[in-house]
């Protein structure tokens, strides 16, 4: 009894199971979109979608490298264009200068020679003003060179100048004091000879009071002579 019960109890639980299973299934159908239908009115799978939409991308990845592709091509025939036709160009251009000085060669070395003596006479005058200025700059300097040695030499002379009248004051000063001097000795050597005159007669006059010449002895008088 207890078994049965127990197989009961597995059987409606398994029933449960199966029906819960069946439910979920069923939702999921519901959920998922259902299958797309092409142009032939057919029923195409999800995987067949997938697999077309990534056909479809690959097919699209190939036509934009397809189309890159052209583009950098077109890319490089231009600059291989634009390239040659600078060199044409160039070319073109080399040539017609060439012919131009051919034609024009007479001309430009008229012109070229016309330059270099213009040139030269410039140079030529420019050098002639150059030593022009050396000139007039040594003149200058010469005349400061005099200018400084004039008044140095008449600083010098205005220094000897002061010193001959310096010299010539003090000669002048000298002179005068020798004079002095000469004057004063002439004077003493007077006085010394008045005082030797004097004293001379004086021991004359004693001499014959002395000796008795005369009968009776003068009477003495002694005097003191003041110098002038």
Not at 6 to 13: L, Q
Not at 206 to 216: A, R, T
């Amino acid at each position: 009894m207890g078994r049965s019960r127990s197989r009961s109890s597995s059987r409606s639980k398994h029933t449960k199971s199966s029906k819960h299973n069946k439910k979920r299934r069923d939702r999921e159908r519901a959920s998922s979109p259902p299958d797309r239908i092409d142009i032939f009115g057919r029923t195409v799978s999800k995987r067949s979608s997938l697999d077309e939409k990534q056909k479809r991308e690959e097919e699209e990845k190939k036509a934009e490298f397809e189309r890159q592709r052209k583009i950098r091509q077109q890319e490089i025939e231009e600059k291989l264009i634009e390239e040659e036709t600078a060199r044409r160009v160039e070319e073109l251009v080399a040539k017609r200068v060439e012919e131009e000085l051919e034609k024009r060669k007479d001309e430009i070395e008229r012109e070229v020679l016309r330059r270099v003596e213009e040139a030269k006479r410039i140079m030529e005058k420019q050098l002639l003003e150059e030593l022009e200025r050396q000139r007039q700059a040594e003149l200058a300097a010469q005349k400061a060179r005099e200018e400084e040695e004039r008044a140095k030499r008449e600083e010098l002379e205005r220094i000897l100048e002061e010193n001959n009248r310096k010299i010539a004051e003090a000669q002048a000063k000298l002179a005068e004091e020798q004079l002095r001097i000469v004057e004063e000795q002439r004077k003493i050597h007077e006085e010394r000879m008045k005082l030797e005159q004097e004293r001379q007669r004086q021991q004359k006059e004693e001499q014959k009071i002395i000796l008795g010449k005369g009968k009776s002895r003068p009477k003495l008088s002694f005097s003191l002579k003041t110098q002038d």
